[in-house]
């Protein structure tokens, strides 16, 4: 009898520590994706980088938009209504079609910089993206470990028991 219960203190105590195991390893992969969400590395912008964000930001802006528009339609009523030899840019205004001309080859290449740094944001967020699902994937395994292990613990509990049970009829038919 004491053997028995020797045996099945054993088996207990073998049962907790894969519970463990699993729980510890777990643990460990579950920090090490942690980490790498909460301490991404810092990005480092130079002074043209942070330009190219502020008029990417402004030139992509209703306030740009409106102001510009505010800009021209002024340029061209002075242009318009001036005396002759006051105004500046007579019609068909060309000093403004040279200013926005270069207004629009400076801006496009600036605006192509601040989209490619966003397009590197996204690719991170991604990244991170998937390092939570590897996450919740390394969850998911730990806890089909953890159910495999809790039946394989539940059979092996129940072939003993049958076994006894089988001795126990055994004995009695003797008896009889």
């Given at each position: 009898?004491?053997?028995?219960?020797?045996?099945?203190?054993?088996?207990?105590?073998?049962?907790?520590?894969k519970?463990?195991?699993?729980v510890?390893k777990?643990?460990?992969?579950?920090?090490?994706?942690?980490?790498n969400?909460l301490n991404?590395?810092?990005?480092?912008l130079?002074?043209?980088?942070?330009?190219?964000?502020?008029v990417a930001?402004?030139?992509?802006?209703w306030?740009?938009?409106?102001?510009?528009?505010i800009?021209?339609?002024?340029?061209?009523?002075?242009?318009?209504t001036?005396?002759?030899?006051d105004?500046?840019d007579?019609?068909?205004?060309i000093?403004?079609?040279?200013?926005?001309?270069?207004?629009?080859a400076?801006?496009?290449?600036?605006i192509?910089?601040?989209?490619?740094?966003?397009?590197?944001?996204d690719?991170?967020?991604?990244?991170?993206?998937?390092?939570?699902?590897?996450?919740?994937?390394l969850?998911?395994?730990?806890?089909n470990?953890?159910?495999?292990?809790?039946?394989?613990?539940q059979?092996?509990?129940?072939?003993?028991?049958?076994?006894?049970?089988?001795?126990?009829?055994?004995s009695?038919?003797?008896k009889?």
């Amino acid at each position: 009898m004491d053997k028995d219960i020797t045996n099945l203190l054993d088996a207990e105590n073998d049962h907790i520590k894969k519970l463990q195991e699993i729980v510890r390893k777990t643990i460990e992969d579950e920090n090490l994706i942690i980490q790498n969400l909460l301490n991404p590395p810092k990005e480092i912008l130079n002074q043209g980088q942070k330009i190219s964000d502020k008029v990417a930001k402004f030139g992509g802006s209703w306030a740009f938009i409106i102001s510009f528009f505010i800009i021209l339609a002024i340029w061209i009523t002075f242009n318009v209504t001036a005396p002759k030899g006051d105004e500046f840019d007579p019609y068909p205004f060309i000093l403004m079609n040279l200013i926005l001309s270069c207004i629009a080859a400076l801006q496009a290449p600036v605006i192509m910089m601040s989209q490619n740094r966003q397009e590197e944001k996204d690719r991170k967020r991604s990244e991170n993206d998937y390092l939570i699902n590897l996450k919740a994937e390394l969850e998911i395994r730990s806890l089909n470990q953890k159910l495999d292990l809790l039946l394989q613990e539940q059979i092996k509990v129940l072939f003993e028991s049958q076994a006894k049970q089988m001795e126990i009829l055994k004995s009695i038919e003797s008896k009889l």
